[in-house]
């Protein structure tokens, strides 16, 4: 397992459509979050999971953002009637408890979302 | 909320200098991660700093923890072109969901 992996790496939609995006974390890790951000930003974060559930949303993440892991494993975040305002990355990161009770997260390459 | 701010925004620095980039934040938090990113790519981990006082080094960069000012300092030793990036810094808070500064856009020049 050579890290977090993401899919797709780029995606251009039209306003009103929905995508889904697909995050592989690395395998021993049991949290996994998502972050979005924007060009000369640094990145916000959307949600994460631990396992399969989901223990945190922004408020950033609005009714038409959904993110699912169902088996604990990948993970996907889905985002209904685009809006130009999505144009983003979307960053995956995965982790596991490491010492002094810190998540070290390990970020995957992104999803490059344009919303035309 | 937690709150985390850098300076500078921008760097510009000739080959062979030093420069320290700072990260400031607002709220008590003992975990801060530095992180790398190159145009179009993702982060890329640089350094984990867990308690007050941590301190640690890889290769021509140096960074440090206090705790109690809320302040950590990422240090460049003798600046290459390779380290042109813009780098993060990172707060761990509470549910060890990552608050990151606005990021410090290095461009090191001949």
């Known amino acids: 397992d050579t890290g977090v992996s993401q899919d797709p790496r780029h995606k251009i939609t039209k306003r009103g459509q929905n995508v889904t995006f697909r995050c592989d974390p690395i395998s021993e890790h049991n949290r996994l979050y998502w972050y979005r951000q924007t060009l000369g930003q640094g990145p916000e974060f959307l949600t994460y999971f631990q396992n399969e559930a989901q223990l945190e949303k922004s408020r950033l993440l609005s009714d038409r953002f959904s993110a699912e892991r169902p088996k604990g494993s990948f993970s996907t975040l889905e985002i209904q009637r685009t809006e130009q305002g999505d144009s983003a990355m979307y960053l995956c990161?995965?982790?596991?408890?490491?010492?002094?009770?810190?998540?070290?997260?390990?970020f995957g390459p992104g999803t490059r979302l344009t919303v035309t | 909320e937690l709150k985390v701010e850098q300076n500078p925004l921008f760097l510009s620095m000739q080959e062979g200098k030093n420069y320290t980039i700072y990260c400031n934040y607002s709220?008590?938090?003992?975990?801060l991660y530095w992180y790398r990113q190159d145009p179009g790519k993702s982060l890329e981990s640089l350094f984990v700093l867990l308690s007050n006082g941590a301190v640690k080094q890889e290769g021509r960069l140096m960074a440090s923890l206090d705790t109690k000012a809320r302040l950590s300092t990422l240090h460049i030793t003798a600046a290459v072109h390779d380290l042109s990036a813009t780098y993060f810094c990172a707060v761990d808070w509470y549910t060890n969901k990552l608050i990151f500064g606005t990021g410090t856009r290095l461009q090191v020049f001949p």
């Open positions: 709220t008590t938090s003992d975990r």
């Open positions: 990161a995965s982790s596991y408890r490491e010492r002094q009770g810190a998540y070290e997260q390990y």
